[in-house]
């Protein structure tokens, strides 16, 4: 299924030689379920949305591809059999999951659970979920880059290392003047 700009909502796509589900600029969805032999599970673009799931057995299952504008998604549920469970590409624009669910079964190394690329990564944000992967040396969240995403509320499973050594947290926990903890 590929869907431009509009409104999505209880899409279900599977593809042997593509992405299950494209959002190619879509505004907003929920309720999507993407499956595919081929490609990733579920790729976005931008758009608001809720309740999303990618399946892959060749690649991510979710992929995200931003060049500008917002993406915004909460209760993120991502699987892959062979590749890192969520792929960021990020050279512009916002990137909020919230709520994430992630799981890689792959016995390589090079397969995390997020892996994120691209020249604009201070724009990514991941809040609270589950990552998991299958193979120790793999990390929970990897760039082969610096990167300094936002990211809190993890807790991570299988993996040695959680975070890259590339990878810098840019959330900070200063409480602010009344004692609350502030989060990204």
């Known amino acids: 299924i590929s869907i431009g700009n509009g409104y999505a909502q209880n899409c279900t796509g599977s593809s ?27 790729r976005f673009q931008s758009g608001f949305g809720v309740d999303v799931s990618g399946s892959s057995r060749a690649a991510e299952g979710i992929g995200v591809s931003k ?3 917002t993406l915004n998604v909460h209760n993120v549920s991502a699987y892959s059999r062979v590749a890192s469970g969520i792929f960021i590409f990020n ?8 709520n994430v669910s992630v799981l890689t079964t792959s016995s390589g190394a090079t397969e995390h659970g997020i892996t994120i690329t691209g020249t604009s990564n201070n724009n ?5 979920g589950s990552i998991t992967v299958s193979n120790a040396s793999s990390n929970g969240i990897y760039s082969a880059t ?7 509320n993890l807790a991570f499973s299988g993996c040695t290392t959680a975070i890259n050594a590339n990878v810098t947290n840019s ?13 990204g």
């Open 16 to 42: 042997s030689a593509n992405a299950g589900v494209f959002l190619n600029g879509i505004t907003q969805f929920e309720n999507i379920r993407g499956y595919s032999s081929a490609s990733f599970g579920v």
């Open 91 to 98: 050279n512009g624009g916002l990137c909020k999951l919230s």
């Open 146 to 152: 610096p990167t300094t995403p936002y990211f809190v």
């Open 67 to 69: 060049g500008s504008g």
């Open 171 to 183: 959330q900070t926990n200063t409480p602010d003047l009344y004692g609350n903890i502030l989060m």
């Open 124 to 128: 990514i944000y991941i809040k609270g």
